[in-house]
């Protein structure tokens, strides 16, 4: 299988591309520059901004996997937009015009919001109108592949941290803006089980359409998190109230569990065991 992979030098893409070229796929990253080249795999410069260099980069195909955005610790909004719905927008386009058969677009759990009153499910509504610009961009990008005549699989990704990535460290100057309860849970998934989640969108067949939401089984607290780091007496205040909303946070997992996924890392608190953060 021939699979263009956009965003393949980011926090992700980097640990998966290797990993598809392991498992023999034949890869072709999209880059801004030449000098981001990835050993075993083609590449083609060329720049989500700009339409007219991605049908080169989606030519003959068979599937594309969507890694490149713009994330939410960036206060450019218009390039938050401009990255993660305009610049899929065209790379899907491209895509159906080049007859690819499959793209796989990794969004984010960070859609969801508060007082669902259960774990956040791939069907509860999202807000277009996140005010939000992350958060809207992905929703926004996921609502137009819906309707393009293209086979689309979307992938929620919880909190995605391991093997030396450096999101939990970089989230925590954000984690005290946000003033959430000590008790509040994040749910993480391992750059391990990411990878597994992608494997399986790109091979299965008959999940035209659907979202899938990716995650561990046992949610951390912020405190705990901020701990792991030696921040959580600087970010939380000691006098805490009661926890308004015990299911902020928590994401359920039971859909993509239904097509073969379990988490090869359960919780933050192996993979530290393991010593694969």
Known sequence: MKILV???????????????????????????????????????????????????????????????????????????????????????????????????????????????????????????????????????????????????RILRLGFVYGEQDPHIAEIMPILKTWKRHPGSRMHMVHHLDVAQGLFLLLALEGLNGEIFNIVDDAPITLYELAESVGKAKEIFDSAQGPLEDPFEGIINSEKIRRIGFRPLVPSFFVARELDIL
């Open 6 to 152: 956009t965003g393949a030098t980011g926090k992700v893409g980097s640990r998966f591309v290797p990993r598809l070229i392991a498992k023999g796929y034949d890869v072709t990253i999209l880059v801004r520059a030449a000098s981001q080249a990835i050993p075993g795999a083609k590449m083609v410069v060329g720049d989500l901004y700009d339409a007219s260099t991605l049908p080169p980069a989606v030519a003959g195909m068979d599937a594309v996997v969507h890694l490149a955005a713009l994330f939410r610790t960036f206060t450019d909004n218009e390039g938050i937009v401009k990255t993660n719905h305009t610049g899929t927008v065209a790379l899907a386009k491209a895509a159906v015009a080049a007859g690819v058969k499959r793209f796989v677009f990794v969004s984010t759990s960070n859609v969801y919001r508060s007082g669902y009153g259960h774990p956040a499910k791939e069907e509860d509504i999202v807000d277009i109108n996140d005010s939000r610009a992350y958060a809207a961009s992905k929703i926004a990008a996921e609502q137009a592949l819906l309707k393009m005549d293209l086979d689309v």
